[in-house]
């Protein structure tokens, strides 16, 4: 609970940055291309939620992606790199770590959905996933927090707890209406900008889906559409090529919230999948099967590395 605190403290410091210059700073920099955009908050957003982390947590690691550098490929062996550190039992102070079992991975999106924020929409928050990086065990997302400080919504997860909204108690199985079918469900499509390629994906997903589904949305803002799939908001989310800072706190939400998460071949997603379709539930697994065989169908889920 204190590593949840410590989360959701930070995001809400950083959200007041965000408020005060949403719409109303510049363009710093681009990564990959003119759409992967970095303002001063991003920036500024990081480092307040690193300090706060350290100061708390001070032998855990961290993981932002404005230290991370463009590129699939970059972020593939950052996180790497991250989970490979798990193996090494030097503290920061130098002494040897008697307690790894314990050591976390902070894993933090400052600002998901720069563009928006960038633009003045409401549309953008804070993500941050905390791994177990235990001996001899698989690391395992065990909190994470996702908080749009426009709307002053947070979402949160810790494995085993449940997941919830402000602090109230949200379940899928009582939210929905029983299982939906694919026709009734209102889905959102991932807007992946780093490639031509998987935008060639997207773009041939909205074509698919375009009558087979009861609506199409494209936020373009991975944490917050897992939040709203936690929330059924959305009963379906499909993306390509994402990074560990966009999902890994949703994962856990969406998880916990009785959801379902899965790669493109349908296996359960990992903090290293890439490409992912989410499901609210009941059901989720059926209905995602459903989409991804569609998809496959319609050479949706196929792009260029």
Known sequence: QEVLNVAEDAARQAGEIMKKTAGKIAVSKTKSNTKDLVTESDIACQALIESIV??????????????????????????????????????????????SN????????P?????????????????????S?????????????????ALDEMTSAIRGHGAYLNGERISLSTISQGIIPLKEALVNVGFPVVKESTL????????????????????AVAAQVMAWVAQNKFQMYISWDLNAWDVAAGM????????????????????????????????????????RLI???????EYES
């Open 54 to 99: 350290s100061q708390k947590f001070p032998n855990d690691l961290f993981l932002g992606e404005e230290d991370v550098g463009s590129g699939s490929d970059a972020s593939i062996q950052a996180l790497q790199n991250a989970l490979g550190v798990s193996s090494s039992s030097e503290q920061k102070d130098g002494s040897e770590d008697t307690s």
């Open 102 to 109: 314990n050591r976390l991975l902070w894993i933090v999106d």
């Open 111 to 131: 600002i998901d959905g720069t563009t928006n924020f960038q633009a003045g929409l409401p549309l953008f928050c804070t993500s941050i996933g905390v791994v």
């Open 133 to 149: 990086l235990g001996d001899n065990q698989e690391p395992e997302i065990v909190a994470g927090i996702i908080y749009n400080p």
């Open 200 to 219: 060639a994906a997207s773009s041939r997903a909205v074509s698919t889906l375009a009558t087979k589904v009861r609506g199409l949305r494209m936020v």
């Open 252 to 291: 856990l939400i969406v998880e916990e919230a009785g959801g379902t998460v899965t790669d493109f071949d349908g296996k359960k997603a990992t903090i290293q999948s890439r490409d992912l379709i989410v499901c609210s539930g009941p059901g989720g697994m059926d209905l995602s099967e459903e989409l």
């Open 295 to 301: 998809l496959q169908e319609n050479d949706c889920l």
